[in-house]
């Protein structure tokens, strides 16, 4: 079957759908979507079936090497293309450390990382190349900034980005290593028990709704968080240090949410109110559940020098907002 027209506005993602012939019954989805589809290659299909834009008869698609059922009806929406070259936008950035290769800022909640459809513009890339200007070498010969870690958009603190060929590969290996030292902190509802541990739980795409990250049985990456107890506000909120062993999609917010610990603030992963709010004044129980973002920060990020070796260690304080928390927790006014 041949894909279906494109939808008209470049805004859109243009969906495409093939019904699987018989002699198609047993190869991998991905190989077949993308012999269907003709414009794509089999890894842009795989990747976007792994992002959760793939369907079989409906229901999300997350395992690209599926086999393929005869009969089936299967959909890809294809994202509209990003323009390759992000514009260099003055944007004020907290800059903890610069040099030739690399810089490292101290990202602000609410700044998304990269251009992407919904954020064409206003992101940390964009930022980095009006503040870099001519003196930025590049990467894969363009001048742009090489994002090897990213922040969600409403999590906070210290991130790394490269400035030049050599130091984007060695910061990437590094980080594919986990051959560093990163924390971060995390106001989380209730009281882990025990208070220091380990959180090994597969995480893919939820089965019902591709926008979220779930522990999964199936189709799943390994995934590996730990985390530390650092204070308690009795039994209602819990300020963690957690540490990634592997670094999945949101795998903090899907790993403490659980171990029945979702943190404050998360509008994707905090479903209901929790009972431990119940435990704290009506004040502070407000404050708290009006959070407008998951209370994580990205704390620590220390690592080698890609080019000179040297130890580099980095710490961010906890932003405003976060410490406002804290201060209602500790029975202040501010």
């Not at 979507?33 to 976007?48: E, M, N, Q, T």
């Not at 008869?57 to 086999?67: F, I, R, V, Y």
């Not at 800022?105 to 513009?121: E, F, I, R, S």
């Amino acid at each position: 079957m041949s894909p279906a027209t494109p939808t008209p506005s470049s805004t859109e993602p243009e969906r495409v759908e093939a019904l699987a012939p018989p002699e198609a019954a047993g190869s991998r989805a991905d190989r077949f979507l993308a012999d269907a589809i003709g414009s794509l290659s089999r890894s842009r299909v795989k990747a976007l079936i792994e992002a959760g834009h793939a369907s079989r008869d409906g229901a999300p698609m997350t395992d690209p090497s599926e086999s393929v059922r005869a009969g089936a009806r299967y959909a890809v929406e294809i994202p509209p293309a990003v323009p390759a070259t992000p514009q260099p936008q003055a944007i004020p950035l907290t800059i903890l450390y610069e040099d030739r290769d690399l810089i490292v800022v101290d990202k602000p909640a609410g700044l998304v990382v990269h251009p992407a459809p919904g954020n064409l513009d206003g992101t940390l890339v964009n930022a980095l190349l009006a503040h870099a200007g001519e003196d930025l070498p590049g990467i894969g010969g363009e001048k742009r900034p090489g994002i090897v870690h990213r922040l969600d958009k409403d999590t906070s603190g210290v991130m790394v980005a490269a400035k030049t060929e050599r130091a984007h590969r060695a910061l990437s290996e590094a980080f594919a290593a986990r051959d560093l030292d990163r924390a971060y902190l995390a106001l989380a509802w209730g009281l882990p028990a025990p208070t220091e541990g380990e959180v090994s739980a597969a995480i893919g795409r939820h089965p019902a709704d591709r926008k979220r990250m779930a522990v999964v049985t199936r189709g799943g990456k390994p995934a590996t968080t730990r985390y530390k107890l650092r204070r308690a506000w009795g039994a209602a909120v819990s300020l963690v240090e957690c540490r990634l062993l592997t670094g999945r999609t949101h795998q903090i917010r899907v790993h403490m949410a659980h171990i029945g610990h979702p943190l404050v603030g998360d509008p994707v992963y905090l479903r209901r109110s929790p009972a431990s709010a119940r435990l704290l004044p009506e004040d502070t129980r407000s404050a708290l559940l009006a959070f407008p973002r998951q209370a994580l920060h990205a704390a620590t990020l220390g690592f080698a020098h890609p080019v000179t070796g040297q130890a580099l260690s980095f710490e961010s304080p906890l932003p405003d907002d976060l410490r406002t928390l804290v201060a209602l927790l500790d029975g202040n006014s501010q």
